[in-house]
């Protein structure tokens, strides 16, 4: 029942929760009797959704009076549009003369049970229905595309693909009006560093899920739960977690345990870089990946173990191509101890080794990322149209309020015109290696094999920096857009193993774009983006100055992601020991027999540390940090203590987190517990620790206060973390 007074409409907009008041005494006061289907959710007079049951209609005077069709083109939860009008939606009595001139009346309540009796509802099974008709579906297969088509999605997944009057339309659900577009699955970013500012640009420029190369450790598992269950937008995170090093496998069984390692700390693939250990300790990580059913991306940049060494080994994806220029060169010796990601390697390339090369790559099913943008960067025959759109970008306010400045001007930097930094012989061999490279990746794909788009992200535009690697795919590498579309959808879901993505099909996970031009014609036409829909929700693809995706980041105005920051500052506080800690330069054989050792300051000078465990300076010596225990504990922990570790702790240090003093225990000079109260483990964040000695201190120049620490705190709901120890 809901009140006729002179209350405001009902739904004021799509967004604000609806509002309704129950009177149990008297029911000739109400208007109408409102028809639920149970599903808990109800609509405006807007199209859109709140919260309280899903009107199927209403009885006014006896009749049952359906909800009257809207002119939206993303129709929520509402039968395709005709000449009588849809079912659902909330009208009061003094809309109906509005809303009849659109309303079919149906009769008597003979009709209304007739209408519930059906009971095929979009969201029967409680889940919300969208339906995308008219556009023309590119699906990521690299078929023809299907104009006219139909997509269904459940609640996230897609549950039928066809052509209109193929497919049929379920009552009730929501639908979008793709008529003269197009419709792509998300892209995937095949190789991301997934620092936080780049998140909601992802999502402008379609970008769905990226694939995180960086070892972002527990952090970057806090953030990709996160933004799974909704506390900020962004991409789908595949975290690779951590990420071996070549000099860390040091055997067969080193490498296998390595693997094992980054496994059990909730990786969703496997990641090792460098080439600076042999082949076969490459090919035991990697066969140790593959047995956990895990996708294995290697960064085979030599010298021990380069392109086709690092195909053998296994490698699902080869990023920088595996550094390839080397081993395909005329005279690889040449380059043998080249590691740079220049393409200068691929100038003097050899045919006949690059079509082995391809050969070998296709027959072991492994896909490279050549990141054409950021690697060869300054050579691409468009380049001076990738510097003006990386500086438009930032014209926008909504992104700018956010975005920190080092980072804006780090990404300018990168896009500088070669003639900036490099000298005209310089210039020349890379833009000879950077033209082979180009078309290697060319003729890799038209040969059948697989290079993956990407933006290497801090040295590319945010979220464009893909779309910009797919133009010189096009113009540079002379790729066909179809598969240039697939080199950043289906193709990445194949080599990393997500079987749910990649493509538009029954059963994937409903992540799509919706384009007002074709990507068919011109790659160019990525850019034009109409809709975007993740997770099978359509999202706010917009920049926004309340942005909160830095929180859990150490801060705003750096990458820094260390558990224990400035270090480099602590080793130079170390190489400044504060009086009397200085080794004797002399010893001496003391009246009672004993050795006293003497120093530069000589003995019991007054701002020695005092004699006891624990320092007790009367100008104190200002204290840094290299180590805290545990560095990471969920939301939601009860009083925990934390160990530190680092140099001149005295008597009166104190530890601060997030600003507030907490219970301070010291047991060395080198050794500090501390209690992290759970009031701070309430809330999820990443909160900074320091160590405060008291004032006056021995050097002003260097203060009284440490370096930070960083207590991470995911959410309570997190998985596959392990408490950390940096």
């Known amino acids: 029942y809901m009140r006729d007074m002179s209350h405001p409409p009902l739904c004021r907009n799509r967004r604000r929760s609806f509002r309704h008041r129950e009177n149990r005494a008297d029911p000739a006061q109400f208007s109408a009797i409102f ?23 209403f009885i006014d005077g006896g009749s049952f009076v359906a909800r009257p069709g809207k002119d939206c083109s993303r129709q929520r939860h509402g039968q395709a549009r005709d000449e009588t009008g849809q079912i659902g939606g909330i009208f009061m009595r003094n809309e109906l ?29 409680g889940q919300d229905v969208l339906v995308i008709q008219g556009g023309t579906l590119v699906d990521g297969n690299g078929g023809a595309p299907v104009p006219n088509s139909v997509i269904v999605v459940t609640g996230n997944r897609i549950t039928a693909v066809g052509r209109t009057g193929d497919v049929p339309v379920p009552a009730g659900a929501e639908i979008i009006d793709a008529a003269g577009k197009w419709i792509t699955p998300g892209l995937i970013d095949s190789m991301s560093l997934g620092n936080w500012m780049y998140n909601e640009a992802y999502l402008h420029y379609g970008i769905t899920s990226i694939v995180i190369n960086a070892a972002r450790g527990e952090r970057g598992n806090a953030e990709r739960d996160a933004i799974n269950h909704g506390i900020y937008p962004g991409p789908r995170h595949f975290q690779s977690t951590d990420a071996a090093r070549g000099r860390e496998l040091t055997s067969v069984e080193a490498a296998r345990a390595r693997a094992q390692e980054i496994i059990d700390k909730g ?113 691409a025959s468009n380049w001076a149209r990738v510097e003006r759109e990386t500086h438009e970008i930032f014209d926008d306010p909504n992104l700018r309020a956010y975005y920190p400045e080092y980072a804006i001007h780090d990404v300018w930097d990168s896009v500088l015109p070669v003639e900036v930094y490099q000298s005209p012989d310089e210039i020349a061999l890379g833009r000879c290696g950077f033209q ?20 290497d992200d801090s040295q590319s535009a945010p979220g464009l920096g893909m779309l ?142 005092g004699i006891g465990p624990v320092p007790d300076y ?19 922990t009860p009083d925990t203590e934390v160990t530190l570790r680092g140099v001149n702790f005295v008597v009166r240090s ?16 080198t050794q500090i ?15 900074p620790i320091v160590v405060k000695n008291p004032m006056p201190v021995d050097n002003p120049f260097w203060g009284d206060t440490s370096n930070a620490a960083h207590m991470l705190v995911p959410f309570s709901f997190s998985s596959g973390w392990v408490v950390g120890q940096n």
């Open 35 to 57: 028809i639920l289907d149970g599903t808990n959710r109800s609509y405006d007079n807007n199209c859109g959704a709140n919260r309280i049951g899903k009107p199927l209609g």
């Open 97 to 125: 003369k509005a809303c009849r001139l659109r309303a079919k009346l149906l009769g008597a309540a003979a009709s209304l049970f007739a209408v519930l009796s059906m009971g095929a509802t979009a969201d029967a099974q």
């Open 267 to 379: 990786a969703d693939f496997i990641s090792a870089g460098d080439g600076m250990a042999p082949p076969e300790f490459y090919a035991a990580f990697a066969d140790e990946g593959h047995r956990a059913g895990k996708a294995v991306q290697l960064r085979c940049m030599g010298p021990l173990t380069t392109g086709f060494d690092c195909i053998e080994a296994g490698a699902d994806v080869m990023l920088h191509t595996g550094n390839l220029g080397v081993d395909m060169n005329r005279d690889p010796e040449k380059w043998r101890q080249y590691i740079g990601l220049n393409p200068a390697a691929y100038c003097d390339m050899d045919p006949a080794k690059a079509q082995e090369a391809i050969e070998s790559l296709i027959a072991h099913d492994t896909a490279v990322v050549p990141n054409l943008n950021a690697a060869d960067r300054g050579y």
């Open 436 to 455: 082979n490279h180009a078309k290697f990746i060319g003729d890799l794909i038209a040969a059948g094999g697989h290079a993956l788009t990407s933006m």
């Open 468 to 609: 910009q690697e797919m133009a010189i795919f096009q113009e540079d590498a002379h790729v066909p857009p179809m598969q240039i579309l697939q080199s950043g959808t289906a193709w990445p879901a194949h080599h990393y193993k997500l079987t749910d993505l990649g493509t538009i099909e029954t059963g994937k996970l409903a992540d799509m774009v919706i384009l007002n031009a074709d990507p068919t014609a011109d790659i160019m036409n990525m850019r034009q983006t109409d809709t975007v829909i993740k997770d099978g929700k359509v999202i706010d693809h917009g920049f926004h100055p309340w942005y909160k995706g830095h929180m859990f980041a150490n801060d705003k105005f750096s990458y820094d992601s260390a558990t224990v920051s400035n270090r480099d500052w602590v080793e130079m506080l170390k190489a400044n020991p504060p009086p009397g800690t200085e080794e004797p330069y002399m010893t001496v054989i003391g009246p009672n027999g004993n050795e006293v050792g003497i120093s530069v300051n000589g003995f019991g000078r007054r701002k020695t540390a």
């Open 618 to 636: 009367s100008l104190s010596p200002t204290p840094g940090l290299e180590a805290m225990a545990p560095s990471t504990l969920l939301q939601g």
């Open 654 to 669: 104190v530890v601060y987190v997030n600003s507030e003093p907490v219970p301070t225990m010291v047991d060395s000079a």
């Open 673 to 687: 517990r501390f209690t992290m109260p759970a009031s701070a483990l309430a809330n999820a964040g990443n909160y």
